[in-house]
T-cell receptor, first 113, second 114 residues
Framework: SQKIEQNSEALNIQEGKTATLTCNYT??????LQWYRQDPGRGPVFLLL?????KEKRKERLKVTFDTTLKQSLFHITASQPADSATYLC????????????FGKGTHLIIQP | NAGVTQTPKFRILKIGQSMTLQCAQD?????MYWYRQDPGMGLKLIYY???????DKGEVPNGYKVSRSTTEDFPLRLELAAPSQTSVYFC?????????????FGPGTRLTVT
């Protein structure tokens, strides 16, 4: 069956360091992969999208890589800040572009001052 | 723009009761989605719509109904509520441009069925 795995335990990082989150998937051939941020009691907020033919995408302090051979995406936050503390969700398209996303359980990131 | 709005924010239902969760978006997006999120779990797709009058099942559609009579609104109906439907429900939308695939989420409805 199709599966998306993210670090199930909380990730504690010291402020100023780079946080790296992992998303692994099996039995998928996704056309694109997305990362979302979710704060407690709120809906997910879109961060970055990377397509299958892209190796890397950057946005300000964020960087995403996508390795379709390893079936893995890495999400990096450089110069991390306490305000980056949140749950980060990896999501893949289920099939076509409009038919919804399949989400991982998310990784809870804590940036300690 | 208000983005995606959902009502109510919280609701407690008794087993067997029915209710409609409301969702509206003001971004003129064609695509709309309903997800549920159980504690410690990923979001699961319930239903989606690619435009007014067109809906389709997602991963977990049982016990739910949807309709899409306008571009703006995408209500989710729970008939005969069951404890297994206790969850947080999120509505989302996405557009039709090159940036179509990013989804915009509402604030969620927290539903408890007792």
């Amino acid at each position: 069956s199709q599966k998306i795995e993210q670090n199930s335990e909380a990730l504690n990082i010291q402020e100023g360091k780079t946080a790296t989150l992992t998303c692994n998937y099996t039995n998928y051939s996704p056309a694109y992969l997305q990362w979302y941020r979710q704060d407690p009691g709120r809906g997910p907020v879109f961060l970055l999208l990377i397509r299958e033919n892209e190796k890397e995408k950057r946005k300000e302090r964020l960087k995403v890589t996508f390795d379709t051979t390893l079936k893995q995406s890495l999400f990096h936050i450089t110069a991390s800040q306490p305000a980056d503390s949140a749950t980060y969700l990896c999501a893949l398209n289920s099939g076509g572009g409009a038919d919804g996303l399949t989400f991982g359980k998310g990784t809870h990131l804590i940036i300690q001052p | 723009n208000a983005g995606v709005t959902q009502t109510p924010k919280f609701r407690i239902l008794k087993i067997g009761q029915s209710m409609t969760l409301q969702c509206a978006q003001d971004m003129n997006h064609n695509y709309m989605y309903w997800y549920r999120q159980d504690p410690g779990m990923g979001l699961k797709l319930i239903y989606y719509s690619v435009g007014a009058g067109i809906t389709d099942k997602g991963e977990v559609p049982n016990g739910y109904k949807v309709s899409r009579s306008t571009t703006e609104d995408f209500p989710l109906r729970l008939e005969l509520a069951a404890p297994s439907q206790t969850s947080v429900y999120f509505c989302a939308s996405s557009g039709t441009s090159r940036r179509a695939y990013e989804q915009y989420f509402g604030p969620g409805t927290r539903l408890t069925v007792t």
